[in-house]
């Protein structure tokens, strides 16, 4: 069975600082990983996603993750953080099985300080 | 091009009545899923159809059920509502039925029980 595991709840940073999200997963089979981020009261729009083609990814807004095997890892992260980023962050990961279907992490949310 | 449209918006029901929510697909996708996304919490998925089939069942009641139409629309129906089946349900679709494609999430409906 597949899991993600978010780790911190809450993230805060300053604006221009370094953004980090932490995500672990767990696959029996070469998983198929997403970031997708949610703005207050709206739906989830994807960030970035890796489907075994390279392990660093690159996104929209500047974001960027590095997938790693040997560490069952797949962060998140941003050079320069900026206001806008400011918002709940979702890994997700899916196998390819029958049941297509993406198992969410519990998120984080991402505060950034003026 | 539109996205992945979803309605209502918004709902209130009372305990025990049922509910459907309508989602359509970005135009030339013809997989529809649906997940559940309680607050604080990541979406859960509930059900992906693919070309009218199901092809993937969460770990949700009967109560919960859903069909796709022949121009790749979807409902959502809850029969027997309780109060903890208050949630934001997302309606997400793909170009086809493979794990590896992008799926893009509608604004979600908000149910609220009482």
């Known amino acids: 069975a597949q899991s993600v595991t978010q780790l911190g709840s809450h993230v805060s940073v300053s604006e221009g600082a370094l953004v980090l999200l932490r995500c672990n997963y767990s696959?029996?089979?070469?998983?198929?990983l997403f970031w997708y981020v949610q703005y207050p009261n709206q739906g989830l729009q994807l960030l970035l996603k890796?489907?075994?083609?390279?392990?660093l990814v690159k996104g929209i807004n500047g974001f960027e993750a590095e997938f790693k095997k040997s560490e069952t890892s797949f962060h998140l992260t941003k050079p320069s953080a900026h206001m806008s980023d400011a918002a709940e962050y979702f890994c997700?990961?899916?196998?390819?099985?029958?049941?297509?279907?993406?198992?969410f992490g519990s998120g984080t949310r991402l505060q950034v300080q003026p | 091009d539109a996205g992945v449209t979803q309605s209502p918006t918004h709902l209130i029901k009372t305990r025990g009545q049922q509910v459907t929510l309508r989602c359509s697909p970005i135009s030339g996708h013809k997989s529809v899923s649906w997940y559940q996304q309680v607050l604080g919490q990541g979406p859960q998925f509930i059900f992906q159809?693919?070309?009218?089939?199901?092809?993937g069942r969460g770990n949700f009641p009967d109560r919960f059920s859903a069909r796709q139409f022949p121009n790749y629309s979807s409902e959502l129906n809850v029969n027997a509502l309780l109060l903890g089946d208050s949630a934001l349900y997302l309606c997400?679709?793909?170009?086809?039925?493979?794990?590896?494609?992008?799926?893009?999430f509608g604004e979600g409906s908000w149910l609220t029980v009482v």
């Open positions: 696959s029996s089979v070469p998983p198929y």
């Open positions: 159809y693919y070309e009218k089939e199901e092809r």
């Open positions: 997700a990961v899916s196998e390819d099985t029958g049941r297509r279907a993406l198992t």
């Open positions: 890796y489907t075994s083609a390279a392990t």
């Open positions: 997400a679709s793909s170009l086809g039925g493979s794990t590896g494609n992008t799926i893009y």
